[in-house]
């Protein structure tokens, strides 16, 4: 058992800010915009030699019910249900507000223990907000400045016996039946993945990619409602479907560059984008009342841009009318606007009702196992041997490319590298026929085909202008 540490506090604390200190990483947007954090983020921290999860949550505000600060706040609560302590972030340099009193005392009525941090103590500028702090009732505030790293020292004396009380609940508890114990070596067995696969949710803003995150995991897990841009940050979730261990990443909508002007959503952009990057496969969430818009065209050639499997979501696929329509409309214009599209897994689900969720993840995996194909050398050079002569390469200066041998040099995704004789003239024309018989002939639906040209090399090129019959002296 690892021991859960809550960050908590009203808006524009440094929450995010220390959250980052103690992961080690830019993993939470960081910016001077008050209630930027809406989600709840978890991360794996380390201070001197403790170890421990850290959750990083919305500002705690008063609020009306059913109004998006107060489901900020649910979030913040939930994350207090299932942590084993509460760092409670003040602003040291703007002292005690009746909002830090507020939650104070309702951090003292029940709930994990609770230790008090005044944040932003840099210099001399917040000692009065520390001494302020006494009136909260939660003990002596251990001045600290997260974006500086000072006072960590001490956070670390504060954390360590509860983090410690964690680890030894953890191996009084360790020990497991031997029913138990066979269990989990047959999953061992079956369940040969062992590393998460990475797994992206991306579209537009409301398309209902959270809300599909949340129906997957079978919980409010992510922040959810009418108002579109509701998450502003990649929120990465440890998951299993099944036997397989997942890393589902929630990510912010995506909308037409020229219309991201304000700062922070900028950041949202680049934060969805590393998230592309750092995926293995993307599920492109697409409203299908709206069907394939310019801007799901641009965030689909982007994934495969990066090299990433693509599967598409339809979604509110439950209140569309005449289906087959709609359908055979969206696989034309995805043919016809992004061919190297052509074949990726696409259903039509409901993220609200649960719909086809299951044939989606078969779909994710599908191409996921594609994605990782490699394909013999022998069998390549012989499709490539039929590929030429049912249309053989064009001529270049009067003389004829000749296409020399061919190998797939890497998967994820997959490789290929074409020896020619002269690669300059061949046309990107001829090079498009080949990754497309390539996609057909190997079976490689919704995955990005690389396909580099070089020159091969010419055995005869050190003996280039000498005799070789000329005898050596």
């Given at each position: 058992?690892?021991?859960?540490?809550?960050?908590?506090?009203?808006?524009?604390?440094?929450?995010?800010?220390?959250?980052?200190?103690?992961?080690?990483?830019?993993?939470?947007?960081?910016?001077?915009?008050?209630?930027?954090?809406?989600?709840?983020?978890?991360?794996?921290?380390?201070?001197?030699?403790?170890?421990?999860?850290?959750?990083?949550?919305?500002?705690?505000?008063?609020?009306?019910?059913?109004?998006?600060?107060?489901?900020?706040?649910?979030?913040?609560?939930?994350?207090?249900?299932?942590?084993?302590?509460?760092?409670?972030?003040?602003?040291?340099?703007?002292?005690?507000?009746?909002?830090?009193?507020?939650?104070?005392?309702?951090?003292?009525?029940?709930?994990?223990?609770?230790?008090?941090?005044?944040?932003?103590?840099?210099?001399?500028?917040?000692?009065?907000?520390?001494?302020?702090?006494?009136?909260?009732?939660?003990?002596?505030?251990i001045p600290i400045s997260a974006a500086h790293g000072e006072g960590m020292a001490e956070l670390y004396e504060a954390l360590a016996p509860f983090v410690k009380l964690a680890g030894m609940e953890a191996d009084e508890g360790a020990g497991a039946t031997p029913e138990e114990e066979a269990g989990d070596a047959v999953a061992d067995v079956e369940g040969t993945v062992t590393?998460?696969?990475?797994?992206?949710?991306?579209?537009?803003?409301?398309?209902?990619?959270?809300?599909?995150?949340?129906?997957?995991?079978?919980?409010?897990?992510?922040?959810?409602?009418?108002?579109?841009?509701?998450?502003?940050?990649?929120?990465?979730?440890?998951?299993?479907?099944?036997?397989?261990?997942?890393?589902?990443?929630?990510?912010?909508?995506?909308?037409?560059?020229?219309?991201?002007?304000?700062?922070?959503?900028?950041?949202?952009?680049?934060?969805?984008?590393?998230?592309?990057?750092?995926?293995?496969?993307?599920?492109?969430?697409?409203?299908?009342?709206?069907?394939?818009?310019?801007?799901?065209?641009?965030?689909?050639?982007?994934?495969?841009?990066?090299?990433?499997?693509?599967?598409?979501?339809?979604?509110?696929?439950?209140?569309?009318?005449?289906?087959?329509?709609?359908?055979?409309?969206?696989?034309?214009?995805?043919?016809?606007?992004?061919?190297?599209?052509?074949?990726?897994?696409?259903?039509?689900?409901?993220?609200?009702?649960?719909?086809?969720?299951?044939?989606?993840?078969?779909?994710?995996?599908?191409?996921?196992?594609?994605?990782?194909?490699?394909?013999?050398?022998?069998?390549?050079?012989?499709?490539?041997?039929?590929?030429?002569?049912?249309?053989?390469?064009?001529?270049?200066?009067?003389?004829?490319?000749?296409?020399?041998?061919?190998?797939?040099?890497?998967?994820?995704?997959?490789?290929?590298?074409?020896?020619?004789?002269?690669?300059?003239?061949?046309?990107?024309?001829?090079?498009?026929?080949?990754?497309?018989?390539?996609?057909?002939?190997?079976?490689?639906?919704?995955?990005?085909?690389?396909?580099?040209?070089?020159?091969?090399?010419?055995?005869?090129?050190?003996?280039?202008?000498?005799?070789?019959?000329?005898?050596?002296?």
């Open positions: 058992m690892t021991c859960r540490v809550a960050i908590v506090g009203r808006p524009n604390v440094g929450k995010s800010t220390l959250f980052n200190r103690l992961v080690g990483r830019r993993l939470a947007i960081v910016d001077e915009t008050p209630r930027v954090t809406r989600d709840r983020r978890e991360g794996r921290a380390k201070l001197g030699d403790l170890r421990f999860e850290v959750l990083d949550t919305p500002g705690l505000e008063e609020a009306a019910p059913e109004s998006l600060e107060a489901r900020m706040r649910a979030q913040t609560e939930r994350a207090l249900e299932n942590a084993d302590v509460a760092l409670f972030l003040i602003d040291a340099r703007a002292g005690i507000t009746p909002l830090d009193e507020h939650f104070a005392r309702w951090l003292r009525k029940g709930g994990p223990p609770v230790v008090a941090l005044a944040n932003k103590c840099e210099g001399r500028g917040g000692s009065d907000g520390v001494l302020e702090a006494y009136s909260l009732g939660l003990g002596d505030a590393r998460p696969l990475q797994l992206a949710i991306v579209g537009r803003p409301n398309v209902g990619k959270s809300t599909l995150v949340n129906k997957l995991l079978g919980e409010e897990r992510m922040l959810t409602g009418p108002e579109p841009g509701m998450t502003r940050e990649s929120i990465a979730i440890d998951w299993r479907y099944g036997a397989r261990p997942v890393r589902l990443v929630d990510t912010a909508g995506l909308r037409r560059r020229a219309r991201v002007a304000a700062k922070l959503e900028k950041l949202s952009v680049e934060d969805t984008l590393r998230a592309i990057r750092l995926a293995e496969v993307v599920v492109l969430v697409v409203d299908a009342t709206q069907l394939l818009e310019k801007q799901d065209l641009a965030i689909a050639k982007m994934v495969l841009d990066e090299g990433r499997a693509l599967v598409i979501a339809l979604n509110k696929w439950d209140i569309v009318e005449h289906g087959g329509k709609a359908l055979a409309k969206f696989r034309d214009r995805l043919a016809t606007s992004l061919p190297r599209a052509r074949g990726a897994p696409h259903v039509c689900i409901s993220a609200l009702t649960g719909r086809r969720l299951d044939q989606l993840m078969e779909g994710v995996f599908s191409v996921y196992e594609v994605w990782n194909r490699r394909v013999p050398t022998a069998r390549l050079n012989h499709w490539l041997d039929e590929a030429t002569r049912r249309h053989p390469p064009p001529v270049a200066a009067g003389r004829r490319l000749r296409l020399r041998y061919m190998t797939q040099v890497k998967a994820r995704p997959p490789t290929f590298v074409l020896f020619a004789s002269r690669p300059a003239g061949l046309p990107e024309s001829y090079l498009r026929y080949l990754a497309n018989g390539l996609r057909v002939s190997f079976d490689l639906p919704g995955v990005p085909i690389r396909l580099h040209v070089r020159k091969g090399k010419n055995p005869y090129a050190k003996n280039k202008g000498k005799n070789p019959y000329a005898k050596k002296r």
